[in-house]
Structures are given as structure tokens and as C-alpha cells.
């Protein structure tokens, strides 16, 4: 369950080694939209070691998707990298061929988006979709393929994974197909995992399942996190580290426990009372129960 007390902050430190190389190393980041020849993110950086979470907050239309796209180079058509650079495992993405981005997607770094419908094919169904990229991407063959994908479709918490494994995407809910592809999102078990809003359209309890599902995940395979959320709790939750965004600007980054309960920024601090208009006090309150 997501709980939200101030002990449910993680302090990481213990469980990752922050001293391991990168999996993924964003170096002053600027991306520009070529047709109005405009700097629209003017440098995000951020370094992300195996286990490890960085969350981007930050208002509506502040770069935090685009950053996720320069990251897995699928930017918008007419907008591109103008500066800084991107590492994914000691890589330049700069430097990769359509070959190699083909075989860096997926088996080592992932996304979730929201709106999974344009993710996911309708005429093919959904279990056989996760199923083609374990078995592209792990080699596996058919069956295997086909039962890794049955489990993965289990572990998202999908109630008749059989069931679900045959269905296409317009018998599924929003929330299912969701979780359709953060099962996808994994199936090769990638290093690198961007969740750009993934659980928001998921009802509290599947969301905090997911979380728990990520968390698992990190400890056991290491698997690193770049977590989009609007919503603090969440970041608060699962994030070692914290990004602001404004306006294309990070205005704010440092340990998830100081960034939100310490904030330096007005920015920051607009936004953690914010949420606390909604009710999240009880997060950013340290209530001690006994
Ligand atoms: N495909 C696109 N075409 C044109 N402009 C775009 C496109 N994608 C993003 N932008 C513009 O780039 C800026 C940053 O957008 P981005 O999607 O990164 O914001 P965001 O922080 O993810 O916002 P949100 O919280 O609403 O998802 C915005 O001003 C947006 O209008
Ligand atoms: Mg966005």
C-alpha cells in the first residue's frame, strides 16, 4: 500500500551503490524545436546508477516528457538535442546507429508512458505482443515466450493473466491496457526504466501494487528509475533523488527528503503546498505513530 508517512521515504544508500558507473548519464541536456527555432529544455542533468530512482516533477508543459524522449531518442520530429549529452551504459546516444537503438530499447532501457493504446497494436492480441519481445529480445522460444509473458502479465496484477493474454486492446480497460504495457516495459528486462506518468490513470491500490512490483524489481535486479509523476507522494515513495521543472528549467535537484521537506526553491514550494491543499499533508507531515 501506498502509505504516506514520512518514514516511507526511502533512503536508498544501503540497498544501491551509488558509486557504480551509470546506467544512464544526462549531461546538460538542451533541446530545441527546430520549426520556431527555440531552446525548449535549456540542460537537465542527472546521473543514475543500477537500483537507483530519480524523480521529474515539475508543472504542465515544463520538458519533462521531452527529456524522457531526448533520453530514449524518440523526440517529436522537428525538435532535437542542441546540447550536453546522453549515456546509456557507458554509451553516446549520439554515436548509435538505428541497429544499435533497436537493440538498446527494451533490453536495456525502457519506457511507460501514458495513453498505452498508441503503444500497443489492435489487431494483434496484447499477451502476443509481450511475447514477440521477450522472444526477439531474450530468445526465447514460442512457448517460453509465452509463459514469461502469461507471468508478467500476472505480476502487473492483471486478475486472469490467461484470459487477459488473448484479449486485444479494445476489450481492455485503460487501466488494464496500462499495465499491459508496463509488462511489456519489462518483459526484457531492461536496465533502465522511464515511467513518464506509468501508474497515474491506475486506481490507488493497483498503483501502489506496481510501485511495490518497481521496488522489487530495483532490489532484486537492480533495475534504475526515472519517475514522472504530478504527483509528490508517489516520487516520495519510490525516489532517491528529485528533479523541479520549470519552464524548461530544473530549478531544484537533490535527495528526495530534502527537496520535499525542505524546499529552497519558491517553486518547490508552491507546488509541496499544493499538494498539501489536496490533503497530502499527512506525507510531508513526520507524524510519529507508534
Ligand atoms: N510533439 C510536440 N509538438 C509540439 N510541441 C511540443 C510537442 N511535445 C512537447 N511540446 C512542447 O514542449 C514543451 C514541453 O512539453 P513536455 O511534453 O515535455 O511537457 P511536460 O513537462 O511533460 O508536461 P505534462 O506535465 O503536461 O506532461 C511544451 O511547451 C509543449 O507544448
Ligand atoms: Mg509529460
Not at 520530429?77 to 538498446?104: K, N
Request: proline share 5%; charged share 25%.
Amino acid at each position: 500500500m501506498t502509505t504516506l508517512s514520512h518514514h516511507t521515504v526511502p533512503e536508498r544508500a544501503e540497498d544501491a551503490d551509488p558509486s557504480a558507473p551509470p546506467v544512464l548519464a544526462v549531461r546538460d541536456v538542451r533541446i530545441s524545436d527546430r520549426t520556431a527555432d527555440r531552446e525548449i529544455v535549456h540542460g537537465v542533468s542527472f546521473d543514475l546508477t543500477p537500483g537507483r530512482a530519480v524523480g521529474i516533477v515539475g508543472e504542465s508543459g515544463s520538458g519533462k516528457t521531452l527529456t524522457c524522449r531526448a533520453v530514449l531518442g524518440i523526440l517529436p520530429p522537428h525538435f532535437e538535442i542542441t546540447g550536453g549529452s546522453v549515456e546509456i551504459a557507458g554509451t553516446d546516444i549520439a554515436t548509435l546507429t538505428p541497429r544499435q537503438w533497436t537493440a538498446l530499447r527494451g533490453a536495456t532501457i525502457s519506457a511507460v508512458f501514458q495513453d498505452p493504446a498508441s503503444y500497443l497494436n489492435p489487431s494483434i492480441r496484447v499477451g502476443a505482443q509481450i511475447a514477440e519481445v521477450i522472444r526477439v529480445k531474450k530468445g526465447l522460444k514460442r512457448r517460453a515466450a509465452r509463459h514469461r509473458a502469461v507471468e508478467l502479465l500476472r505480476a502487473v496484477r492483471l486478475r486472469d493473466p490467461e484470459l487477459v493474454y488473448g484479449q486485444y486492446t479494445y476489450e481492455l480497460s485503460g487501466g488494464m491496457l496500462q499495465r499491459v504495457l508496463i509488462a511489456a516495459a519489462i518483459a526484457a528486462e531492461p536496465r533502465v526504466l522511464i515511467a513518464d506518468e506509468a501508474t497515474t490513470a491506475l486506481d490507488v491500490t493497483v498503483q501502489a501494487e506496481i510501485l511495490d512490483l518497481l521496488a522489487e524489481l530495483r532490489e532484486r535486479a537492480g533495475l534504475a528509475l526515472v519517475v514522472v509523476s504530478h504527483d509528490l507522494a508517489v516520487v516520495a515513495q519510490v525516489c532517491d533523488e528529485v528533479l523541479v521543472m520549470r519552464e524548461g528549467v530544473v530549478v531544484e535537484h537533490g535527495p528526495t527528503r530534502s527537496v520535499l521537506y525542505d524546499p529552497r526553491h519558491a517553486y518547490t514550494r508552491l507546488l509541496v503546498a499544493e499538494h498539501e491543499q489536496y490533503g497530502l499533508e499527512k506525507f510531508l507531515t513526520p507524524k510519529e505513530t507508534a
